[in-house]
């Protein structure tokens, strides 16, 4: 039997893009997601353009996406980004919680989808498990 290097041994970090128009979310985010040994931040977007032209080149696991950007929607950026890019998990992560919305961000491919009253440690739980595949949806009581 071979030897497998032990590099092949070492699970390497979820990839995470950030697309949300405030820089102060962003930065929230990244310095939270960046203390994770099991998480890493590979890019952050201020518009939705940006976040799909950096999920093309950087091919995250994950993308916590915000729905309201300017330049393009996230609603809209979810559906390039999974079609550029089928393996990327969309997660959304954002103040709305009206119905429509939330079905009209499914129905553009997210995985996932939290509101933004939500606790830091289930934001890191979300990725992780939007990440293994599994369905996320809280609407963070309101």
Known sequence: MAAVPVD???PRPIRVLLADDHELVRAGLRRLISAQADLT???TA???LRAVELAALERPDVVVMD???PHLDGVTATHRIRLLSPATRVLVLTGHV???VVEAAVAAGA?????KN????QVLDAIRRTHAGE???SLGGR
């Open 111 to 115: 995985a996932g989808y939290l509101t």
């Open 135 to 137: 369905g996320l949806f």
């Open 98 to 100: 009206r119905r429509a």
């Open 8 to 10: 092949d041994m070492i």
């Open 46 to 48: 201020g518009d939705g």
């Open 67 to 69: 729905l309201s950007m």
């Open 118 to 121: 939500v606790p830091a440690v």
């Open 41 to 43: 931040v590979v890019g």
